[in-house]
């Protein structure tokens, strides 16, 4: 649990009546576990696995009159409600992957669950005739609009839709240029692992536009020139014409930096696009130059009334999940900068 969760529940006052409940069930359990009766008679022993059970129940009862009474007691609601909401989604799967799984779970024929910002539209692909389509689609529909309200995700707009593979009208010089690069990509992999160089990744551009080959190096290896004569030689020999080579260096740090904050940056993401109250419409970061600049895209104008006001929310809702014990493990001080926008490209915050 969140230290500040941890400290603000540790100010609330239960009430008797509350405690008296809870003590009940823990005084219950204990006598169950010395093997008494409610009448202090002595029982027979349970297996492990029944006083196992028996306890978690003891544990929920407790779990469950404290939270329960939420709805009660004001001071409860009060910390309920300081918990960050980018919290909530912080440990859980990206909603695409939980309706996929929960779908898949159910055995229902999906070839994939996808989501177009641009509409915030979860698009549910499934596959099968059409009349198993017709059948589940109502069901599958219900199943997702569910998952959804769980997380209280009120700005997402839900399909579903028969799945059309789709046939690319591939022409006879593309599906040569597709061979040639498969034998290229085969042929540079190969030299590649005769020796210790380090190549992050590897690519071709071979089209009637472009042909080239990328790689990225990282930038703590110096023998570049050597992994691009190697490289070319690979090309002479397989005597499929002139490819420029392309070299990325890339920053270690920084890409390590980066690595620890994905996981942040998509929840702020999702997050914030779920979410009708914050107007999100488009997202972006870059930690080209430094410091990290995290950029969310409004629909609001910047001559609105609560512009700024909105602005700020949703500057303070990036900030309070990033000061939580969990985000700022992955963030580890690292400085930020959070740019709201309006509608017009206009900062609000």
Do not use: C
Not at 276 to 298: A, C, D, N, W
């Amino acid at each position: 649990m969140n230290n500040k969760i941890k400290q603000e529940l540790e100010k609330i006052e239960i009430p008797d009546e509350l405690h008296n409940r809870a003590k009940l069930g823990v005084e219950k359990a204990k006598m169950e576990k010395e093997g008494h009766n409610s009448t202090g008679k002595k029982k027979k022993k349970w297996s492990i696995g029944k006083k196992f059970t028996y306890f978690g129940s003891a544990a929920v009862l407790l779990f469950g009159l404290l939270f329960g009474s939420a709805f009660i007691f004001p001071s409860m609601a009060s910390v309920l409600a300081k918990v960050p909401f980018l919290s909530t989604i912080f440990e859980s799967e990206p909603a695409v992957s939980t309706v996929s799984e929960e779908l898949r779970d159910k055995g229902y024929k999906i070839s994939g669950v996808s989501f177009r910002v641009k509409n915030k539209t979860m698009t549910i692909s499934v596959d099968g005739s059409d009349e198993y389509y017709e059948d589940v689609k109502d069901e599958i529909k219900d199943i997702a609009k569910d998952i959804l309200q769980s997380k209280h995700y009120d700005a997402y707009n839900l399909k579903v839709d028969k799945y059309k593979p789709f046939v690319p009208d591939v022409s006879e010089e593309t599906k040569k240029r597709m061979e040639e690069s498969d034998i290229l990509l085969t042929a540079i992999r190969q030299s590649l692992e005769k020796h210790d160089y380090k190549v992050l990744s590897y690519g071709i551009r071979n089209n009637k536009f472009e042909e080239f080959i990328t790689l990225d190096i990282p930038d703590t290896e110096s023998r570049v020139e050597e992994i691009k004569e190697l490289i070319h030689q690979v090309v002479q020999e397989k005597d499929l014409g002139e490819f420029p080579i392309k070299v990325n260096e890339i920053n270690m740090e920084r890409r390590a930096q980066e690595s620890r904050w994905m996981p942040v940056i998509n929840t702020i993401f999702e997050g914030l696009l779920a979410k009708e109250e914050y107007k999100v419409i488009g997202e972006g970061y870059s930690f080209y130059p430094l410091p990290l600049r995290i950029e969310i895209r409004t629909s609001i104008h910047s001559t609105d009334s609560d512009a700024q006001e909105l602005g700020n929310k949703i500057e303070d809702t990036i900030d309070n999940f990033i000061e939580t014990e969990a985000a700022s493990k992955a963030v580890q001080g690292d400085p930020y900068r959070v740019e709201v926008l309006s509608k017009d490209k206009k900062k609000i915050n």
